[in-house]
C-alpha cells in the first residue's frame, strides 16, 4: 500500500506514482515514472526537484485502485463510440476521436460523475467538430489510490445511462446547392455561394453533387429543391432570399415544395437569418448571406448536418447562450467560444 518516506530513505523502493519535473518555460513531465526503483543516482536529482518526501508502494489492498488503474477504468467507462484512449501519463489519460466527425457528450452524466469526491473527468464541448485523433476527455483521480467503490459507482452509472462520449462519423457525401435571387440569376454579380459551400462541406468528405441558380420566385425554388432531392442529394442548401427583403421568398420556396418548416431564425449573430427544414428524410439549410464574408451560423450548423443530426427548435434556442461571435481578427473559428 502507499506509505510516505523520506527521499534520502528511498533506495530500493518502488515509486508509487509519477514524478513531475517543472523547468519554467521550457519542460514539464514525468522524470521517474511509477514502479521505478529508486537509485542511489536519483536522490540528487529527486531532491532538485523538491522532493524531499516520497510515496513508496508497500503491499497492497485490493479495496484502493491506483491512480493508473482508476484512470483506465474511467476512461473505459466514459468511452463510446469512434473513440480510444491513451496510456496514462502523470495519472491521467487522454480519450482521442478515431474518426472525423461531432463530438456527443452526455452533459447530464457528465456532471453527476464530477460530483462524486475524486473523480476528474475532462471534455470538449458536446457538438464540437472533430478530426481523426482530436483529444475529446481526459480521466484522472484527485488522490493517489482511490476505493474500488467509488470507481464501481461511476461504472454502474454508464452501464445504466450511457457512454459520456460517442463521436458520431460525418455521413452525408452528395450535397446540393440552390442559389437564389434575380441579380444572380439574371448575370448582375457573380455567384459566390456556391465556393463558400464547397469550402465547408469538402473538408468533412463531401461533394457539391448538383448546383443550380434560380430567381426570387417561389415556384421555381420549390421546384429546384424537388428536382435536386431527386437527384440524389442528401443535404440541400438554400443560399439566398432569407432576410426580410420584399423581393425574399426562400422561405416561401421551401414551404411550396411540401417540406416542412422546423424553424426560420437563430439566436447565432451573425447568421441569425437561416433556415432549417426537411422534405421527407432531406435536411434542407438556408444559408445567410453573411456567409459569404465571415464565420456564422453556418459554420455552427453545417457540420451538425453532415454528421446525419436534424437539429430541433429546442437545440437551436440552446445556441443563445455561446451564439455570439467576437469577429476577432484574425478569426480562429472552431478554436474559440462561438457556437457552443
Keep these: 500500500m502507499l506509505k510516505k518516506i523520506k ?3 528511498a533506495i530500493g523502493f518502488r515509486l508509487a506514482h509519477d514524478m513531475t519535473k517543472i523547468v519554467p518555460g521550457e519542460y514539464k513531465g514525468a522524470r521517474f515514472q511509477t514502479g521505478h526503483i529508486v537509485t542511489e543516482e536519483d536522490i540528487p536529482e529527486l531532491l532538485s526537484m523538491g522532493k524531499e518526501h516520497v510515496y513508496i508502494l508497500d503491499g497492497e489492498d485490493k479495496n484502493f485502485i491506483h491512480e493508473e488503474e482508476a484512470a483506465r477504468r ?6 463510446g463510440k469512434n473513440t480510444e484512449f491513451t496510456s496514462p501519463r502523470e495519472g491521467r489519460i487522454n480519450i482521442k476521436a478515431t474518426t472525423a466527425g461531432i463530438l456527443k457528450v452526455d452533459t447530464a452524466l457528465l456532471y453527476e460523475i464530477n460530483s462524486i469526491d475524486g473523480i476528474s473527468v475532462s471534455t470538449l464541448h458536446t457538438n464540437s467538430q472533430v478530426d481523426a485523433g482530436t483529444p475529446v476527455g481526459g480521466t484522472k483521480i484527485i488522490p493517489l489510490y482511490i476505493e474500488d467503490e467509488t470507481l464501481n459507482r461511476v461504472e454502474k452509472l454508464t452501464q ?3 457512454y459520456v462520449l460517442n463521436v458520431k462519423p460525418f455521413c452525408l457525401k452528395k450535397v446540393g446547392v440552390i442559389v437564389t435571387g434575380n441579380e444572380v440569376y439574371h448575370g448582375l454579380i457573380q455567384d459566390k455561394f456556391v465556393d463558400v459551400i464547397r469550402s ?5 468528405g463531401a461533394t457539391i453533387f ?3 441558380i434560380v430567381p426570387d420566385d417561389e415556384d421555381r425554388i420549390a ?3 424537388k428536382e ?8 440541400i442548401v438554400v443560399c439566398g432570399g432569407l432576410s426580410v427583403d420584399p423581393d425574399d421568398v426562400t422561405v416561401e420556396g421551401v414551404k411550396s415544395s411540401g417540406a416542412r418548416i422546423i424553424k426560420y431564425g437563430s439566436p447565432v449573430m451573425p447568421g ?3 433556415l432549417f427544414a426537411v422534405l421527407d428524410d432531406t435536411p434542407i439549410f438556408g444559408a445567410p448571406a453573411g456567409g459569404l464574408f465571415h464565420t456564422t451560423g453556418t459554420d455552427v450548423f453545417i457540420p451538425r448536418l453532415m454528421a446525419g443530426e436534424l437539429i430541433n427548435r429546442e437545440e437551436i434556442a440552446a445556441y443563445a447562450h455561446g451564439g455570439l461571435c467576437l469577429n476577432c481578427h484574425p478569426c480562429h473559428y472552431p478554436v474559440c467560444p462561438f457556437g457552443k
Excluded at 435536386?228 to 443535404?235: D, F
Aim: charged share 25%.
Design 7 to 9: 527521499t534520502s530513505r
Design 74 to 79: 474511467l476512461a473505459k467507462a466514459i468511452s
Design 160 to 162: 445504466s445511462k450511457g
Design 200 to 204: 465547408k462541406v469538402e473538408p468533412l
Design 210 to 212: 448538383s448546383s443550380t
Design 223 to 225: 421546384m429546384a429543391i
Design 228 to 235: 435536386i432531392k431527386e437527384k440524389g442529394c442528401e443535404l
Design 272 to 274: 441569425a437569418m437561416v
